[in-house]
């Protein structure tokens, strides 16, 4: 039997990385659909301000601040939330960031580092905090916010990219163990969504959509289940298929688009 899917009667839902962007729109889009929704990041300033513009929704927002990057943080946060709130039965565990590289330089350590830190080691803290309250009640749902440019190598998303594609790999490995224990684990994989993290590339974005619009595909994700949450279409597919070439064609066809002016994001 499939893990079910979470309701707002279940209990309470936690979004992390949401002081902006699509995990602050998450947040605000559950609200609308009835969650209370515990919000995670560091700046406690914008959380409230997001909590505000929930006043009115027909659910809630409260936060809880917190650097997903600390495994203990990550800890106390979820046994607050239970604790105040009742049991986390849905966590969207979105918070990322997309460190800045010197023109000089293709690749550097502490841009890895920081990739790493936040996208991948902060939603295995996120996780680890989350499981063990969902596996004793043999139920809940989790969704880690990866990316489409995770699929496969792209022109200068070395850093970037090879941070989502270990979350992607973190996630199918998981989904085995999670499964036995009555959890439904999700990746999301967006395309290019209009968000502060999105404005500072300097490349042509395909399909570009609002976070208003992101976030709705994801939530209409979280109530349709599958494991792989991913949008537009006209973007997954290709990239889809990407995945199948065999290296020669792929770097080929890869090096013609670079050189055209086209760039990963």
């Not at 090879?162 to 790999?169: C, Y």
């Not at 997954?236 to 890869?254: D, E």
Request: hydrophobic letters at 50%; charged letters at 20%; one cysteine or more.
């Amino acid at each position: 039997m499939a893990p079910s899917r979470m309701k707002p009667q279940d209990g309470v839902a936690w979004v992390t990385g949401a002081s902006s962007g699509i995990g602050a729109a998450v947040a605000l889009e559950l609200a609308r659909r009835g969650w209370s929704v515990a919000v995670t990041a560091r700046r406690v300033d914008a959380l409230e301000a997001l909590a505000r513009e929930a006043d009115g929704l027909p659910g809630r927002i409260v936060a809880h601040a917190g650097d997903v990057t600390n495994a203990r943080a990550m800890r106390t946060i979820v046994e607050t939330i239970e604790a105040i709130h009742g049991p986390l039965a849905l966590a969207f565990l979105n918070a990322g960031v997309a460190p800045r590289q010197r023109a000089e330089s293709a690749i550097s350590g502490e841009a890895v580092t920081e990739a790493v830190a936040v996208n991948l080691v902060g939603a295995a803290n996120s996780l680890s905090a989350a499981l063990p309250g969902m596996t004793q009640r043999q139920r809940g749902q989790l969704a880690v916010n990866a990316s489409l440019v995770g699929y496969r190598g792209l022109p200068g998303a070395a850093v970037y990219g090879a941070s989502k594609a270990a979350a992607i790999h973190l996630c199918e490995s998981l989904r085995f163990d999670c499964d036995r224990a009555g959890i439904r684990l999700q990746i999301v994989n967006p395309g290019f969504v209009d968000t502060p993290m999105t404005r500072r590339n300097r490349f042509a974005m395909p399909f570009l959509m609002t976070v208003g619009e992101g976030a709705r595909r994801i939530v209409d994700g979280f109530e349709r289940g599958g494991f792989e949450i991913a949008f537009p279409r006209r973007l997954v597919w290709p990239m889809k298929v990407l995945r199948l070439l065999p290296y020669p064609l792929y770097f080929a066809l890869m090096s013609r688009l670079a050189a055209s002016g086209g760039r990963g994001g």
